[in-house]
């Protein structure tokens, strides 16, 4: 556009230069052509003003304006007429708590909405975790999900979830820690009101508890395809269904509040203290009797010969229930140091995206299990790995080189955190559910039948019998889906191709050899300097 308008411009003053030259007649004739000339460019100029106007209303304020439109007002016929972005109307459903007739049972609302075209048509692209849906779903695809491969699953599920007509129904089978299950159905259930008409009939078995149980080693060709589980960590080794874990929508039992909140409150605590004013040590807190892995970093305390350059901390949950969770905020956490460890519970850990979120470096103790974010995160952007079996002097390492290089340390920690911030939005998160489950639902060879003793479930089921007013009808307060979402989901990228992926993680691999050569030849040194 720029360029034309200079185009134009510079006709007119070439116009102006030869009409002085010329004789009367000629002059005369060409002063028509000039005045017709004068009225192109002048509605040239009108065209482009209306242009570019019209752009910076669909892009500079598009957004803005559609979201205080979705939270404040239904738009009136007025506002249709002017755009044809806009939606008709904006649907909002709080929870409905009325009984029926003086019952003293809960149910669903008839008036949910079934359907809603989202507006906005987005052309982003979902972050590149997204990838590995269509991997982590691939060993169904040729022979589909039928009744029998899916009820080999039932004998590890802690409860069913049946979707049909946008309705959705749950059996319970065991009683999971804590609650769990309450929060994963929850999100569910919040899905649904996001994208109504869009999730597709299925049936899934959920297992709830921390270890895998779907290995791979179990089923080879001739064993047919393994049972389909959905679980919120998966593992190289294992067919389980990734899925995000309860705590995105709050975990109440740690005081943990839902992802929207929490991550907005990490953010802001990130900028409490700034990175050079954090005690330069490798932070961790948290409770080392899940796992053998984490009783040895809390070994890495110890040494009479050097600073170990960790700071490491037993957190007794109980005591912290009983004293209201006073000094254990995690919004306060990223500003105590400027190095954090993450390190795997029994499987993957809940504290992997608060770690994350922090502008800390975070040093990663290389986990075997992955949740759905991780795996397009890479080391030394994101994040320090840290080996396994070399922990302690890799840690040690880590922390020198951060603080011998602050400005380099402080980059990985700001990337990892923006990385969290960018691609960990809470719509990304249901655009992923919604992609597993389109995915899953594709797979489906059986009647999707709703059980004889599921019962339907929904928002209100859950959340109106709550009325202590406690953490956990606060975390649902907090996370319930107001509005069908007016953007469409992102844009599901393609899958990773084999080599292409195989390509990425040699490339992973090869940084992360690299590091621990680093880390190797610093102690070569060090070990020399000691024994003196
Ligand atoms: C808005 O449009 C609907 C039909 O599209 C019409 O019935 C209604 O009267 C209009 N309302 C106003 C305020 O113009
Ligand atoms: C709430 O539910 C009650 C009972 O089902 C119903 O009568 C009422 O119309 C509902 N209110 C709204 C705003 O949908
Ligand atoms: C609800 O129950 C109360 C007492 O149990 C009664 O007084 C009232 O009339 C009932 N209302 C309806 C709508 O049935
Ligand atoms: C995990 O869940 C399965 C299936 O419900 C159950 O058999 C197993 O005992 C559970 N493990 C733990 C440690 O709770
Ligand atoms: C590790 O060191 C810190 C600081 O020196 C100390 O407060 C903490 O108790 C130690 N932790 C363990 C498990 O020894
Ligand atoms: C950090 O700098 C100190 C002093 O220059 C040096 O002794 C140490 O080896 C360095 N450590 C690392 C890991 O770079
Ligand atoms: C449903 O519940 C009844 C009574 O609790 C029980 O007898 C029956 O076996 C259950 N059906 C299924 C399919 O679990």
New binding site residues.
């Given amino acids: 556009m720029g360029e034309k308008i200079h185009v134009s411009q510079a006709t007119e003053d070439h116009h102006h230069k030869r009409q002085q030259n010329l004789s009367p007649s000629l002059s005369s004739k060409l002063a028509k052509t000039w005045i017709t000339t004068k009225i192109y460019i002048f509605l040239l100029f009108i065209f482009l003003l209306c242009a570019s106007l019209s752009w910076i209303f669909t892009f500079v304020l598009g957004e803005s304006r559609f979201q205080v439109t979705s939270v404040f007002t239904r738009t009136t016929n007025k506002s249709v007429t002017t755009t044809t972005n806009i939606p008709k109307s904006i649907i909002k459903i709080p929870l409905n708590c009325t009984l029926l007739n003086n019952n003293t049972i809960q149910t669903c609302p008839s008036n949910y909405p079934t359907k809603f075209e989202p507006a906005i048509t987005t052309s982003e692209a979902c972050p590149d975790y997204f990838r590995w849906i269509h991997r982590d779903l691939e060993v169904w695809q040729k022979t589909g999900i039928t009744r029998e491969t899916l009820e080999k699953a039932k004998p590890n599920a802690h409860f069913r979830v049946v979707i049909k007509s946008g309705k959705l129904y749950v059996h319970k089978y065991k009683k999971p820690f804590q609650t769990r299950d309450v929060f994963t159905i929850w999100g569910i259930l919040q899905l649904l009101r996001m994208y109504p008409g869009q999730i597709p009939d299925l049936e899934l078995l959920f297992l709830c508890n921390d270890s895998l149980v779907i290995w791979k080693r179990d089923f080879k060709k001739d064993t047919g395809p393994p049972p389909p589980l959905f679980h919120y960590c998966g593992h190289p080794d294992a067919y389980d269904i990734v899925f995000p874990d309860w705590s995105f929508w709050g975990w109440p039992e740690l005081n943990i509040k839902e992802w929207n909140k929490l991550s907005v409150a990490l953010q802001e605590g990130n900028k409490k203290v700034k990175w050079k004013d954090r005690i330069p040590y490798a932070y961790w807190k948290g409770n080392p009797n899940v796992s053998p892995i984490r009783g040895e970093l809390m070994r890495c305390n110890v040494s009479d010969k050097y600073d170990p350059m960790v700071r490491l901390y037993f957190q007794d949950w109980r005591s912290e229930v009983k004293n209201g969770f006073r000094g254990s905020k995690l919004e306060d956490q990223c500003t105590h140091s400027r190095y954090k460890i993450y390190i795997e519970g029994k499987t993957w850990s809940v504290s992997e995206k608060y770690i994350l979120s922090c502008d800390s470096v975070t040093l990663l103790v290389e986990p075997e299990y992955h949740d759905f974010f991780i795996r397009s995160m890479v080391p030394m952007k994101h994040y320090w790995p840290i080996r396994p079996n070399n922990k302690c002097g890799d840690l040690k390492?880590a922390v020198?080189?951060g603080?011998?290089?602050t400005e380099k340390a402080q980059i990985i920690g700001k990337q990892g955190s923006e990385y969290m911030m960018k691609n960990l939005e809470m719509k990304y998160v249901y655009d992923y559910m919604l992609y597993v489950l389109q995915g899953y639902g594709k797979l489906m060879k059986l009647d999707v039948t709703v059980p004889e003793n599921a019962t339907e479930v929904c928002s209100e089921t859950i959340a109106c019998p709550i009325t202590d007013g406690g953490q956990i009808r606060q975390c649902m307060d907090d996370s319930l889906v107001m509005s069908p979402s007016i953007k469409s989901a992102c844009n599901l990228p393609k899958p990773y191709g084999d080599n292409e992926l195989k390509s990425i993680l040699k490339k992973q691999e090869s940084v992360k050899r690299k590091v621990g050569k680093w880390a190797d030849e610093?102690w070569e040194?060090?070990n020399k300097i000691l024994q003196q």
């Fill in positions: 390492f020198e080189w603080n011998n290089n610093y040194v060090q």
